[in-house]
């Protein structure tokens, strides 16, 4: 994982130095989001309900401008969600000093992920002025999971390190011109795809392994820099 962000990063580096500067922006969000979800994954006869959290995350992103109105943009965010759900802890696959034998039916409070997002974006701006512009924007995002906690039996977080899943997000946004070199962005967005991988270490009375599957609302609020 690590190798692969320094060589994206640095492939990046070596394309903005041999092109235009005025093309290159450097975006700067807080992505704070409804986190979608349901109350019980666990139980197979138990009513379902649907709940959301409030979480928030980070990103920074290279944006290009390819034309006047349309624009690629590439970056690396991080953002924590909480799930107050409940499903079941096979302590006998836990790592030690946690595993246990026994098989003691623990169901979680809540479940929380750490996840470093890699987002590839497309942004077209539809009404465009010297000051302003709105625009949609569609990304695919590669998930990658560093570690999950689940809230039973005073459980730390376990490290994880594998690929989560993806998302589709699609939004609609504005930009607002502060000077030359600086502007305001914002863009609320939908995850209309959001793959989870299934958790070894959870199931519920019908499999033996369970995702926690999820979708959110994501507000990306912050600034963008031209270089």
């Not at 197979?44 to 309900?49: A, D, N, S």
């Not at 946690?98 to 003691?104: E, L, Q």
Request: net charge positive; with cysteine; hydrophobic share 40%.
């Amino acid at each position: 994982m690590r190798h692969l962000i320094t060589s994206i990063l640095l492939f990046f580096s070596i394309f903005a130095f041999g092109q235009k500067n005025d093309r290159f922006s450097l975006v700067l969000q807080l992505q704070p989001e409804l986190t979608f979800y349901k109350n019980d994954y666990a139980f197979r006869w138990k009513e379902k309900k649907n709940l959301s959290t409030f979480n928030i995350g980070l990103n920074a992103s290279l944006q290009y401008e390819l034309t006047q109105r349309l624009s690629a943009d590439f970056g690396l965010g991080f953002i924590a969600r909480k799930l107050n759900t409940k499903v079941f802890v096979d302590q006998s696959l836990l790592p030690p000093p946690y595993y246990d034998s026994t098989k003691i039916l623990y169901t979680t409070k809540s479940v929380s992920f750490r996840t470093l997002q890699i987002p590839l974006g497309l942004t077209y701006s539809f009404v465009k002025t010297n000051t302003a512009n709105i625009f949609i924007r569609g990304a695919y995002i590669p998930n990658f999971l560093l570690n999950t906690k689940y809230e039973v039996n005073n459980y730390p977080g376990f490290k994880k390190n594998v690929w989560q899943g993806h998302s589709l997000n699609l939004g609609l946004g504005f930009d607002y011109s502060i000077n030359e070199n600086i502007k305001f962005t914002n863009c609320l967005s939908y995850s209309f795809v959001n793959t989870v991988a299934k958790d070894d270490y959870t199931f519920s009375q019908d499999e033996k392994k369970i995702a926690l599957t999820h979708t959110y609302l994501q507000l990306s609020a912050g600034v963008k820099i031209k270089l």
